[in-house]
């Protein structure tokens, strides 16, 4: 079955970026002139899914703001004469179908996918944490969708993080069947490293079957007192496979400073706009020397 359906759960608090995070939802943070949640969308545009299903919660309202016509900038720029500005506002709403629900509290990321069930209906779906920044040649929701075309069920993306951070992720175990395809037999939340299967993390991808509904609806409070979907993926695994890819690209977790930084910068480097110039300054920067 096709996937047209994109979960984009927004409702976290954002806690590990306050202050910032007091008036600005987390996915509305800027990478040189668009905010995170517009990088996840346009992933999923070129994967073919249109269906954008939005879970937002207090303090959100700047995302659906966000995705509304900008018509005074439209007049402004028409009137001014900056055509060539126009196709900035070019409004990518029109090119997907946008619904929002609210998740009234922010009980963990299981919680909120469990908010879209009535969205979602019975179709595999994708799910994107659009403050997981992928940076890759072929989209990384193209290179999932390959693998669920194949396979038929749920994928979840994954990457080799190092041994000091296994404790921040899902953490999978299973059997490469394929270079960087593995099914998975076994899947446990923020694991200590010692009790970890391996190293590769589960991050802000997923294709998931409308199975896993059945599921999130027990789940109890798991790590940190949150619903976690690492959980009822652990659940589906005992009616049905599980893949994960581990997928070809460079991630920045978008909820992390540091990491926030480093991909403003990649991004900053890769347009064209804004190369040279930032090249240049980072080059003569005072501040690039031990
Ligand atoms: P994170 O744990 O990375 O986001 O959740 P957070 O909770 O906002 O951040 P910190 O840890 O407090 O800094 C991953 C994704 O799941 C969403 C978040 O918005 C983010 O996109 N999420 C998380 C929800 O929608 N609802 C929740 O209850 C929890």
């Known amino acids: 079955m096709r996937i047209n359906k994109a979960v984009f759960p927004a409702a976290g608090l954002g806690t590990r970026l306050l202050p910032i995070t007091k008036s600005i939802p987390k996915e509305m943070l800027v990478l040189v002139d668009k905010p995170l949640i517009q990088y996840g969308v346009e992933e999923c545009l070129s994967a073919k899914i249109t269906d954008i299903i939005i879970i937002t919660g ?3 309202t700047a995302i659906e703001n966000y995705f509304d016509r900008s018509i005074e900038h439209e007049i402004l720029l028409k009137e001014k004469g900056k055509h060539h500005l126009l196709k900035s506002v070019d409004d990518i709403s029109d090119r997907i179908n946008l619904t929002y629900t609210r998740q009234k509290e922010a009980l963990g990321l299981g919680h909120a996918v469990l908010c879209a069930q009535n969205m979602v209906g019975e179709e595999p779906f994708a799910v994107v944490l659009s403050d997981d920044i992928i940076d890759s040649d072929i989209p990384v929701m193209k290179q999932m969708i390959d693998i669920y075309r194949n396979y038929g069920y749920s994928v979840l993306a994954v990457q080799r993080v190092e041994d000091k951070d296994v404790s921040k992720y899902g953490i999978i175990q299973g059997k490469e069947i394929k270079n960087g395809l593995y099914q998975i037999e076994d899947l446990v939340e923020k694991p200590e490293l010692k009790d970890a299967p391996s190293n590769l993390a589960i991050v802000g991808r997923y294709i998931l079957t409308p199975n ?3 599921f999130l609806k027990d ?3 798991g790590k940190g007192g949150e619903i976690q979907l690492t959980d009822a993926i652990r659940s ?9 890819l581990e997928f070809k690209g460079d991630r920045y977790d978008g909820g992390d400073k540091l990491d926030l ?3 403003q910068i990649v991004y900053g480097l ?3 706009e ?3 110039g930032l090249m240049e300054f980072i080059k003569k920067s005072k501040w690039c020397v031990d």
């Open 212 to 214: 896993i509904f059945d």
């Open 261 to 263: 930084l480093k991909a």
């Open 219 to 221: 789940i109890k409070p």
């Open 274 to 276: 804004t190369k040279s």
């Open 58 to 60: 207090r303090g959100k």
């Open 236 to 244: 589906l695994l005992s009616v049905q496979p599980i893949y994960a």
């Open 270 to 272: 890769k347009n064209h």
